[in-house]
């Protein structure tokens, strides 16, 4: 029972490039997060998924687009990546009150 | 969104107590959070508040809420230095159930 799993755990790309982030939970969890955290600024939500098939923009979600694949999985896609998107992304599920976080994936924009 | 304030950083010798204070913006039906986030690693709950209890004991975690003033604390007793992390405060709303509103996080520093 690995709970969130987040893939890559590191990335180094280039200005322009585009790249997926993908996260699966095996939790059976109808909601599913995408938060990215910078240093002094906490975690900000990027986009959420309440249930399969349906995605919602969250505070931050420029420059991101969102794919809930099945119950288990929900990716996050850059399409063209800037360094303002250099930072540690977490992906999350949630039931009841608690939510469960996955390891985080480092990402750097250079 | 909610606004979640937290100081950036404590420092206290083991066996203290520590005390990490948030502040929040006020709404109905809420639930409040503790993570804590270990370098590299992602956050894990370490406890929670409903809005309508105004204390909740977990071994040597005390968590306080003030509704009046809209402010929750974690109360860590004989701190370790294997408490070292940063600390976030959380809240969501019944309303919105789907989103959490995060503080920046407070760094806790344990000197031997």
């Known amino acids: 029972n690995a709970g969130v799993t987040q893939t890559p755990k590191f990335q180094v790309l280039k200005t322009g490039q585009s790249m997926t982030l993908q996260c699966a939970q095996d939790m059976n969890h109808n909601s599913m997060y995408w938060y990215r955290q910078d240093p002094g600024m906490g975690l900000r939500l990027i986009y959420y998924s309440a249930s399969e098939g349906t995605t919602d923009k969250g505070e931050v979600p420029n420059g991101y687009n969102v794919s809930r694949l099945n119950k288990r999985e929900f990716s996050l896609r850059l399409e063209s990546a800037a360094p303002s998107q250099t930072s540690v992304y977490f992906c999350?599920?949630?039931?009841?009150?608690?939510?469960?976080f996955g390891q985080g994936t480092r990402l750097t924009v250079v | 969104g909610e606004d979640v304030e937290q100081s950036l950083f404590l420092s206290v010798r083991e066996g203290d107590s520590s005390v990490i204070n948030c502040t929040y913006t006020?709404?109905?039906?809420?639930?409040l959070y503790w993570y804590k986030q270990e370098p590299g690693a992602g956050l894990q709950l370490l406890t929670y508040i409903f809005s309508n209890m105004d204390m909740k004991q977990d071994q040597r975690l005390t968590v306080l809420l003030n509704k009046k003033d809209k402010h929750l604390s974690l109360r860590i007793a004989d701190t370790q230095t294997g408490d070292s992390a940063i600390y976030f405060c959380?809240?969501?709303?019944?309303?919105?159930?789907?989103?959490?509103?995060f503080g920046s996080g407070t760094k806790l520093n344990v000197k031997p």
């Open positions: 959380a809240e969501s709303i019944r309303e919105d159930f789907n989103k959490f509103y």
């Open positions: 999350a599920t949630y039931r009841g009150a608690e939510a469960f």
């Open positions: 006020d709404s109905s039906s809420t639930y």
